[in-house]
């Protein structure tokens, strides 16, 4: 009995080729609209939809494969008498193979201008219905809906005349990960243009994008998954234009470091970061000297790490990068001659290049984190802040240095992990305390850091401070400038001691911890 196999591709990559082997092989091709055409114009014999199931297409093609005759033919089990002598009863001819990918649904989304209309009427319905099918049925019926695939399956059709179950059944899980992705881009869609924001089902797709050695640890498997729908300003948009494949402590680096160049937009900055921690942050009116700054807030643990800035390197800077191990460098972009030199005998220096202009569209995105059992979803913490609404809780006001200083530094703790401490002055960090887990321990840790450089220094918390002990540590090491949320029970001490001591105190009214 003549095998046939239906074909309906909006992707017509190797379908001719495909299909042309298919037909040395002897089976008879089913097929539709554009697909049809291509098929006939390169000469191949087919047969219209309209002549299986004694239908014309109508409604605009919305109505053409929703018909018996067709799922039928993909559904019957063939180990069945009864599904048999039914599809012989309404003549019905079984259809042993489908190569089916659907209409560009996330094509049309992505165009600027698309309207609602649009994208509507680019959600397929016959294609993954045939999809969901001939999956369902892969016990006998092989489904095709990645171009990759082509080769493998002509192999086995042209060795045995079959496909095996095994390849039947690992296409037919590529078909309904296929389906649900596609489904998924549909439903955040409607759901955005809905306007809900707590929908009772959470369905988020995503593509590979770098299968990875390991993971954290080399004992952990791992690979780098992007959005379906493609972010310019990330990690899976940027261009790699030197160096080793990026790690997956790599990625992480990076994706913190482009987040917190994003706050620094008013002059050339340069972030120093390592173990998703910045260890230093220069701002100045050049990239080069925001570069000294950077390099002299933390000369040592810059070593090894990942370096962004949110201005074009120059050749300058990049000789001064050159001269130290740095595993990653982030930029806009590099002149000709600086990417000569950071290249030269730094075969393994991973630089990356990334479209800065886009920084506004990747705020919009909202983080995920997986816990064991479920995912926290929440908002970026990109609020626009205010230093105007800001309350000098002290009798001291700061002076205008000092006021610059304290605004650098609120926007550096942000990214600081908690308990998070950083000093600075107005243009680069003098020490930083993460991660402890008393506050008291990382004020400790980032005086200790700015030892000897506090004149006209300010302290910033990402949150408030429990009790005064914290105070009493900071106007001992001479700073005479904090920020902080407030917000505690115990903030009157706080400011009592603030005053003994002769500081200004700054409440900003917000709290920014990074867990």
Same mark, same amino acid.
């Given at each position: 009995m003549t095998k046939r196999a239906l074909i309906s591709v909006s992707d017509k990559t190797g379908i001719l080729d495909f299909a042309q082997e298919l037909n040395k092989l002897g089976w008879e091709i089913i097929s539709t609209g554009g697909t049809k055409k291509a098929l006939d114009e390169a000469g191949l014999a087919t047969i219209a939809i309209d002549d299986v199931t004694g239908f014309s297409e109508m409604m605009d093609g919305r109505v053409k494969t929703l018909h018996p005759k067709i799922h039928g033919g993909?559904?019957?089990?063939?180990? +069945?008498?009864?599904?048999? *002598?039914? $599809?012989?009863?309404? %003549?019905?001819?079984?259809?042993?193979?489908?190569?089916?990918?659907?209409y560009p649904f996330k094509e049309t989304i992505l165009k600027p201008d698309v309207t609602y209309a649009e994208a509507v009427e680019n959600i397929d319905i016959g294609g993954p219905s045939m999809l969901r099918s001939a999956a369902k049925n892969h016990a006998?019926?092989?489904? +095709?809906?990645?171009?990759? *695939?082509? $080769?493998?399956?002509? %192999?086995?059709?042209?060795?045995n005349g079959a496909t095996t179950l095994d390849t039947r059944k690992r296409l037919a899980a590529k078909v309904f990960r296929h389906t649900a992705a596609y489904d998924a881009l549909i439903a955040d869609y409607f759901t955005e243009q809905?306007?809900?924001?707590?929908?009772?089902?959470?369905?988020?797709?995503?593509e590979l994008k770098q299968p990875m050695r390991y993971g954290e640890n080399p004992q952990q498997d791992a690979d780098f998954y992007q959005t379906a729908l493609p972010l310019d300003y990330s990690l899976a948009a940027s261009k790699q234009l030197n160096g080793k494949e990026l790690s997956f402590n790599n990625i992480r680096d990076v994706d913190t470091a482009i987040r917190i160049i994003r706050d620094f937009k008013e002059q050339p900055t340069v972030v120093a970061l390592k173990h998703m921690n910045p260890c230093g942050i220069g701002q100045a009116d050049s990239i080069e000297k925001a570069w000294d700054y950077a390099y002299q807030s933390a000369p040592v643990s810059i070593f090894g790490?990942?370096?962004?800035l949110n201005h074009q390197v120059d050749a300058a800077t990049a000789e001064k990068m050159h001269k130290i191990f740095l595993e990653?460098?982030?930029?806009?972009?590099?002149?000709?001659?600086?990417?000569?030199i950071l290249t030269n005998k730094k075969k393994n220096l991973r630089i990356l290049q990334l479209d800065f202009a886009a920084q506004e569209q990747s705020t919009k995105e909202k983080e995920v984190t997986g816990v064991l059992g479920g995912l926290l979803v929440q908002n970026q913490d990109i609020i626009a802040e205010n230093p105007a609404d800001w309350r000098v809780v002290t009798k001291r006001q700061p002076t205008e240095t000092e006021r610059k200083a304290l605004e650098f530094a609120w926007k550096s703790v942000k990214y600081v992990k908690s308990n998070g401490i950083i000093i600075t002055n107005d243009h680069m960090t003098l020490g930083v305390g993460p991660g402890q887990t008393n506050r008291v321990a990382s004020v400790k840790i980032a005086i200790e850091q700015a030892q000897g450089r506090l004149d006209g220094a300010a302290l910033a918390s990402d949150a408030f401070f429990p009790f005064a002990d914290n105070i009493e540590e900071i106007a001992a090491a001479g700073i005479k400038a904090i920020i902080q949320p407030g917000g505690s029970v115990r903030d009157q001490e706080s400011i009592e001691a603030a005053d003994k001591h002769g500081l200004t105190m700054i409440f900003t009214g917000m709290r920014h911890f990074r867990h």
């Open positions: 993909l559904l019957a089990r063939r180990d +069945l008498d009864s599904h048999l *002598d039914a $599809a012989k009863t309404h %003549a019905i001819e079984l259809i042993d193979l489908v190569v089916v990918n659907l006998s019926v092989t489904v +095709l809906v990645d171009p990759t *695939d082509y $080769a493998t399956v002509l %192999a086995e059709l042209a060795e809905v306007g809900e924001s707590k929908p009772e089902k959470l369905t988020l797709t995503y790490g990942i370096v962004v990653i460098i982030i930029a806009p972009s590099y002149t000709p001659e600086a990417l000569e």
